[in-house]
């Protein structure tokens, strides 16, 4: 159980384009997403909180017109790089929030990787 | 903010050998999480503890939560090839994830 999907899983654009990707929980409903961000060979790095039927909540030097994060339903989660430039190709992972026995989890999807050219 | 040490930044040990990980933190958490990420992909979940002094076991893997609540550790018994990866430690606060910086490690056969 707690599987999460994202889609795509690799993705090459033209600078000034916008890219979209979806996140998935596949077998639980997650009223909380997260989008992370991950350069090479450094950690998660927190970008937004995704929740629900409300507005995302970005962290500090995150431009929320620049990522733009939807969260239609309780298993979809999008986020869209508007006007991509060469500086936001990166490694974009998201997780769903999850209630296990003892409390909660992050459960992460398999990353999207951004190429932009 | 809050910020997690995680060291070494590498680690190499031989097929068979026990290795431990330490996390340790100025900030009380209280959740600590360990996942694994192996390259191009997600982090997976390995152990999660939610409670000060909690000692969990997931096969060859036991993480304890420390008493004060600013630290755990991961313990790796008998390693094998496949446990190759970048393991990261996660504090969990208002319901937020911090992560350590990851420690890679490396198996020889």
């Known amino acids: 159980g707690a599987v999460v999907s994202q889609h795509p899983s690799r993705v090459i654009c033209k600078s000034g384009t916008s890219v979209k990707i979806e996140c998935r929980s596949l077998d639980f409903q997650a009223t909380t997403m997260f989008w992370y961000r991950q350069f090479p060979k450094q950690s998660l790095m927190l970008m937004a909180t995704s929740n629900e039927g409300s507005k995302a909540t970005y962290e500090q030097g995150v431009e929320k017109d620049k990522f733009l994060i939807n969260h239609a339903s309780l298993t979809l989660s999008t986020l869209t790089v508007t006007s991509a430039h060469p500086e936001d190709s990166s490694f974009y992972i998201c997780?769903?929030?999850?209630w296990g026995q003892g409390g909660e989890t992050q459960y992460f999807g398999p990353g999207t990787r951004l190429l932009v050219l | 903010g809050q910020q997690l040490n995680q060291s070494p930044q590498s680690m190499f040990i031989q097929e068979g050998e026990d290795v431990s990980m330490n996390c340790t933190s100025s900030?009380?958490?209280?959740?600590w999480l360990w996942y694994k990420q192996d390259p191009g992909e997600g982090p997976v979940l390995l152990i999660a503890?939610?409670?000060?002094?909690e000692l969990t076991s997931n096969g060859r893997l036991t993480a304890q939560f420390g008493i004060t609540r600013k630290d755990s550790f991961l313990n790796i018994s008998a390693s094998i090839p496949s446990d190759v990866g970048i393991y990261f430690c996660a504090g969990g606060a208002n319901s937020k994830l911090t992560f350590g910086k990851g420690i890679t490690l490396s198996v020889r056969p």
């Open positions: 900030s009380i958490f209280n959740t």
């Open positions: 503890l939610y409670k000060a002094g």
């Open positions: 997780s769903a929030r999850d």
